[in-house]
């Protein structure tokens, strides 16, 4: 595996008896749909332009990461024209942890949409969508109560840190998270929305889109685990975790969810190497990590959780596991509060694969799954 930093290489010289596997395979057969062709023929259902009239307001529940996959403003709203719906009928609902850089892009590739960036704490914006079996009420993003055709548009992740669309909705889009309420039930209340899926492609191939109801995410899925997904045997020593240049900066969020699903694959007192050239913005990684220092420092016992957010509890629990490991552009400050080891060159990493008996490489760790075969882990 060709791993990245700056303006160097570092393909990895690893003994084969000692390396797991290097994911994806290549070897899985490919038949990659577009985004324009999965629009015009969806999985089991009418086209796009069919499934709505003039007068609806409509509501796309974008997750920003498919920007990088190819998702393209002009061709949705050129299918939604067909149906005699203008971009002003439109409007682009983010998740709130959108960053400012995805929203600006947004705003200037969606020409003539209202964006909006959800906001849970923001009275105005929330609606009742239904309420629960024993009475507790959801509340949702006004716009997704309010709207005529809702489209989510996600990509899929699977194990800790599951996104689908149902996620992306709820807790994605929720004003109040209640416990014990499935994101599948909600997106059933909002009354089955149209759903567009990008299962990223392996080896730098194009990704398939895939169009339709759940239907259309099941089969997205499905594809999905044939080519990311890793039956693993037993647990390793060493967990390369790479995040490619191409699936551009990083947030605190993806690095800690990508611990929690390869967690169970490390052995207890292992290490985990983090190989990730862009960050999203340091003053906001510097912020995060005083904060993961102050909780820490607060517990009663080092490491306890109880007070943090999901985030932090995947990286306390990673820690927990083992060592953590950063090849990143974050200062040594940031790191040591993270209680991380900072990387400053490749040949570091080297050392350190050099050195374990067992090595589990991942070549891009926001698509990638391992399945350990002596522990079953469910989508979450």
């Known amino acids: 595996m060709e791993l990245y930093w700056g303006d160097e290489t570092l393909n990895l010289k690893l003994d084969s008896s000692k390396t797991v596997s290097q994911l994806p395979d290549g070897n899985v057969p490919w038949t990659g749909k577009g985004f324009a062709e999965a629009l015009e023929f969806p999985f089991n259902f009418p086209p796009l332009d069919q499934c709505a009239t003039p007068d609806d307001r409509v509501v796309v529940a974008l997750d920003p990461g498919t920007l ?4 393209s403003f002009a061709i949705l709203l050129e299918r939604l024209q067909k149906a005699g ?3 002003g009928q439109v409007t682009i609902l983010l998740p709130s942890q959108t960053s400012d850089t995805s929203l600006a892009k947004i705003l200037q590739e969606a020409a003539g949409c209202s964006v909006e960036r959800h906001n849970p704490a923001d009275a105005m914006a929330r609606m009742i969508l239904g309420g629960t079996r024993d009475g507790r009420q959801i509340y949702l993003n006004r716009r997704l109560v309010e709207a005529d055709l809702t489209i989510v548009v996600s990509g899929v992740r699977l194990g800790g840190g599951n996104q689908s669309p149902a996620s992306l909705i709820y807790p994605g889009m929720a004003c109040d998270v209640l416990s014990g309420v499935e994101a599948g039930t909600v997106l059933n209340l909002l009354g089955a929305p149209y759903l567009i899926t990008a299962v990223p492609g392996p080896n730098g191939k194009a990704p398939h889109w895939f169009a339709g109801r759940m239907e259309a995410f099941r089969a997205a899925r499905d594809l999905h685990r044939s080519i990311w997904n890793l039956d693993l045997e037993e647990p390793v020593e060493l967990i390369v975790l790479n995040w490619p240049k191409s699936s551009g900066p990083r947030e605190f969020a993806n690095l800690a969810t990508a611990l929690e699903r390869f967690r169970p694959c490390l052995e207890p007192g292992g290490r985990f190497v983090i190989v990730c050239p862009e960050i999203s913005d ?10 993961y220092l102050d909780a ?8 306890s959780a109880g007070s943090f957010t999901k985030t932090f509890k995947r990286w306390s629990r990673a820690l927990r596991q083992g060592s953590i490991f950063i090849l990143s552009s974050l200062e040594t400050d940031t790191c040591e509060d993270l209680q991380a080891h900072r990387l400053d060159r490749l040949s570091n990493i080297q050392r350190l694969a050099s050195a374990a008996t067992t090595i589990l490489l991942i070549g891009d760790a926001d698509r990638a799954m391992a399945k350990p075969a002596w522990q079953t882990l469910g989508d979450s």
């Open 68 to 71: 990088a996959l190819g998702f």
């Open 85 to 87: 719906i203008a971009a």
């Open 282 to 291: 340091t003053d906001d990684w510097q912020a995060m990590a005083s904060t």
């Open 296 to 303: 820490v420092e607060s517990s009663e016992t080092s490491h």
